[in-house]
């Protein structure tokens, strides 16, 4: 246990000192809240304010950001810098590292979402949500099932260079097809189609229907069991394909 | 009793045979060196025993442990330098080392490891400001941090300048000094003879010779002797050095000369190593 807080420790460390983490995972859903919701944050979309709706949007965002894209650059980046191999010669357990940098990438998750709905008051007057716990149980299921994928994702990305360039072309394209920034409601049907796969989808339906129109957690059926299998389909293909040593040149 | 004994150990990349059955033995605090060119099986050797890889067959028993089955409480025995220096580079140099000696249950006090590689005044520089040498020092730091009985060091001078290389060999005498084992992989012969108690010559995954530097370089080769006369240079070789050295002397003496850049000396041991390597080559 001691050995846990002393890699989340660690961790924590590391993320806040990173630049491209802070900027990109963290700060960037808070600055296209800030950028968006200025613009049609008066607006009604799908029925509700604009600004109300990119909060929810911007909580997504982040959870792909941060759990998804940020956890995914790091470990193959770690993976073949040769970090993970070293570690691996050192006492620390398998099972204490991945749950420490789980745990820092939630940790910063939890920050971003306080900094997004403080934000949201303090801007645009949104109200504190309510069944905060129903919010909180689905946050945390979805930042879960997004590392689970962003680990999964690390055993198809071979380099370092090309982590970036893979996780961008991912979740960029998703956030924006599952309606982050904007309703999907008048998008193309195809594009609809691919959404509709979308783990990012449902969890923006689930925490939307949780922040915006009263629903409890477990009136979501179909919302968390999509997001609960992605999540395991990540986690079977990290069980199956993690490794901790580099791909030689 | 041994720290490393290792017999007949194999290993095999699909066709490629990496390690065709070495066997040695490393004594509690020595040096030994495994010495070869590159892709004679140091690498696959040394991960073996690390525990990063599988042997396909042979026994293996690194501290008394089997590295393949070996957990935690035996990681804490051990000390790895590899090939490649992976850091965080956003950490200091003491805060890198602050969270490796995390993971041990008795670390080496910071400032003790932080004089040891020589980095007190990078202590608070950050990793990714450091000079090639300097992260190298680092590296070695990364391994002692956990005080183990037995350091693993991956070719741990490779690109070092002639200064570098010269404050690594103090730093590694002093492990040994403190008692430690270590094994040691290069492909530079002069390291090998500089801090190898004992060296095995690995060559296409065998071991071509072993034995003290000095036995390698005294069994193999004669004892050259160089001077110059009339300006011409004069090349020796001889089994019995010390009746040839007194007739020079005795016959320069009489004529009242000097030998001129009078040299004698055994073969370096990359003499030895190369006479060696050709051999093998030739069979």
Redesign the interface.
């Known amino acids: 246990m001691k050995l846990l807080w002393h890699e989340v420790k660690a961790e924590l460390l590391l993320y806040t000192r990173s630049r491209e983490l802070a900027f990109f995972t963290f700060l960037l859903p808070m600055i296209f809240f800030v950028l968006l919701g200025s613009t049609y944050g008066n607006d009604t979309v799908d029925g509700v304010k604009g600004s109300r709706f990119l909060e929810a949007g911007m909580i997504g965002y982040g959870a792909i950001s941060i759990a998804f894209a940020g956890l995914a650059i790091v470990l193959v980046i770690r993976r073949e810098n040769g970090i993970l191999k070293r570690l691996r010669a050192t006492p620390l357990p398998a099972w204490a590292y991945i749950s420490a940098l789980l745990s820092a990438f939630l940790l910063a998750f939890a920050v971003e979402v306080v900094g997004i709905i403080l934000l949201g008051r303090v801007l645009f007057g949104i109200p504190v949500p309510d069944h905060l716990g129903s919010l909180a149980l689905a946050l945390l299921l979805g930042a879960v099932a997004f590392c689970g994928l962003g680990v999964g994702l690390t055993a198809v990305i071979r380099s370092a260079e090309g982590a970036s360039a893979v996780v961008n072309a991912i979740y960029l394209p998703a956030a924006f097809l599952a309606g982050a920034f904007f309703s999907p409601r008048h998008f193309p049907q195809v594009l609809r189609a691919i959404a509709d796969v979308l783990p990012l989808t449902y969890f923006l339906r689930l925490v939307r229907n949780v922040m915006l129109h009263g629903h409890e957690i477990w009136t979501q059926g179909t919302n968390v069991a999509v997001i609960a299998a992605w999540g395991a389909v990540g986690v079977v293909v990290a069980l199956r394909y993690f490794r901790w040593e580099p791909h030689e040149g | 009793m041994n720290a490393i004994a290792v017999r007949d150990l194999r290993k095999s990349y699909g066709a490629l045979e990496a390690v065709g059955g070495i066997s040695f033995e490393v004594a509690r605090g020595e040096v030994f060196g495994l010495l070869g060119p590159n892709g004679a099986g140091k690498t696959t050797t040394v991960e073996i025993l690390?525990?990063?890889r599988k042997r396909d067959a042979g026994q293996v028993e690194v501290l008394g442990s089997d590295p393949a089955t070996a957990d935690?409480?035996w990681?804490?025995r051990?000390g790895?330098v590899?090939q490649?220096?992976?850091?965080?580079e956003?950490?200091s140099v003491a805060?890198m080392l602050g969270?490796?000696a995390?993971?041990?249950?008795q670390p080496r006090p910071l400032d003790e490891v932080v004089a040891l590689v020589g980095l007190e005044d990078q202590r608070d520089t950050r990793v990714r400001r450091l000079s090639g040498g300097q992260r190298r020092r680092l590296d070695l730091g990364?391994a002692l941090v956990?005080d183990p009985e037995l350091i693993f060091l991956d070719e741990p001078t490779t690109g070092f300048d002639p200064g570098a290389r010269r404050r690594a060999w103090e730093t590694i005498r002093g492990l040994r000094s403190l008692g430690k084992t270590i094994l040691l992989t290069t492909h530079y012969l002069d390291e090998a003879e500089q801090l190898a108690d004992r060296v095995a010559v690995l060559r296409h995954g065998e071991i071509v010779a072993s034995g003290t530097p000095a036995e390698l370089t005294g069994t193999a080769r004669q004892t050259e002797i160089r001077y110059r006369e009339n300006g011409r240079e004069v090349v020796l070789h001889t089994d019995e050095p010390t009746r040839l050295l007194h007739e020079l002397t005795e016959q320069a003496l009489g004529r009242g000369q000097e030998l001129e850049g009078l040299l004698v000396r055994r073969p370096t041991l990359e003499e030895v190593y190369l006479s060696l390597t050709e051999e093998a080559e030739a069979g």
């Open positions: 690390e525990g990063y935690g409480a990681r804490e051990i790895v590899l490649s220096s992976a850091m965080y956003t950490l805060e969270v490796f995390g993971y041990y249950h990364l956990g």
